[in-house]
């Protein structure tokens, strides 16, 4: 059986920086389990590790589509377990490290996932109704919509949700018993520290250049598609993006998306966490532990005896 190492966390908990140390010791390579971070050019808002910051370990799944394309939880079990197919021919360790915890289980727990395809023509006539009548669709036809509360606010999601809310019972998500040997090392701090953290964050990738990204994405969306679907997918990037877009329209002030990005990220790393604990078999380690990456190391070393 192939054995695989995750890392998971809270955003802005340290992930990448753990992975690539723990990669170097172990040969290994990382494969990103970041549903944001596949999109080229949404490098700044997604917290997207850098060509200097990988130090030359291979990494996988990222900038793997196009701002205007679409991706699914199928789609990214099917590539994720090709990826690992070749490297278990190669004898090479894989690190997967991220922060969506639907992708990390659909490959670790080998979730059976129906790949529906999009249907063109239904999706033109919703991009068409507001948010709160399509969300008054998706709960006439499935009441009990598994929407967390951004994708609820999320016109993008909804249209998704709708697509899928009709397929049957029994071709719903199924879970088999994993085809890997998997260590789950998980990163966890108080919430004061995260918050601290997502501050720090937040504040850096403005300074980065966050606002002038987000103003390129809505030019690349709007030589791609319509402008309903445009404004509607960029909506799909979530969290920051949403109060970046208010800042440029002039909705809100600087002061005020800066507070509004930061409590999305906060929001964002409590579901994280909520996520988390339902998970099985997570080994905990402190993230501002001294000796975090002796001690990582050590288990990893066991595991793999």
């Not at 890997?180 to 601290?196: D, H």
Request: overall charge neutral; some cysteine.
């Amino acid at each position: 059986m192939q054995s695989i190492i995750t890392i998971l966390g809270t955003t802005a908990i340290g992930k990448s920086k753990l992975s690539i140390e723990l990669a170097k010791k172990f040969d290994g390579i990382i494969i990103s389990a970041d549903s944001r971070q596949i999109y080229k050019g949404f490098d700044i808002g997604s917290g997207k590790i850098t060509a200097d910051e990988m130090q030359g370990i291979e990494h996988y799944m990222l900038d793997i589509k196009e701002l205007w394309q679409d991706y699914n939880l199928s789609e990214f079990k099917t590539d994720a377990t090709a990826i690992l197919s070749d490297l278990k021919q190669q004898n090479t360790l894989p690190f997967i490290v991220g922060g969506t915890g639907l992708y990390i289980e659909a490959i670790i727990y080998d979730y059976q996932i129906p790949n529906i395809p999009p249907q063109a023509e239904l999706r033109h006539n919703l991009s068409q109704e507001t948010k709160e009548i399509l969300q008054k669709i998706l709960l006439e036809i499935k009441p009990a919509h598994n929407l967390n509360q951004s994708d609820w606010h999320n016109p993008v999601r909804l249209i998704r949700a709708i697509e899928t809310a009709n397929i049957n019972q029994s071709d719903q998500i199924k879970q088999n018993n994993s085809l890997y040997n998997s260590l789950i090392i998980g990163l966890k701090s108080t919430l004061e520290n995260i918050k601290s953290r997502i501050t720090k964050r937040v504040d850096d990738r403005l300074t980065q250049g966050a606002i002038e990204e987000v103003q390129k994405i809505q030019r690349i969306l709007g030589e791609h598609l319509s402008p309903e679907m445009a404004s509607k997918k960029i909506c799909q990037f979530g969290l920051g993006t949403n109060f970046i877009l208010d800042y440029l329209n002039h909705k809100i002030d600087y002061k005020t998306m800066r507070e509004k990005y930061i409590q999305a990220e906060y929001q964002y790393a409590r579901r994280q966490l909520t996520w988390f604990r339902r998970m099985k078999d997570i080994v905990w380690f402190e993230a501002d532990d001294k000796d975090l990456i002796d001690k990582t190391s050590l288990l990893i070393a066991d595991f793999l005896k």
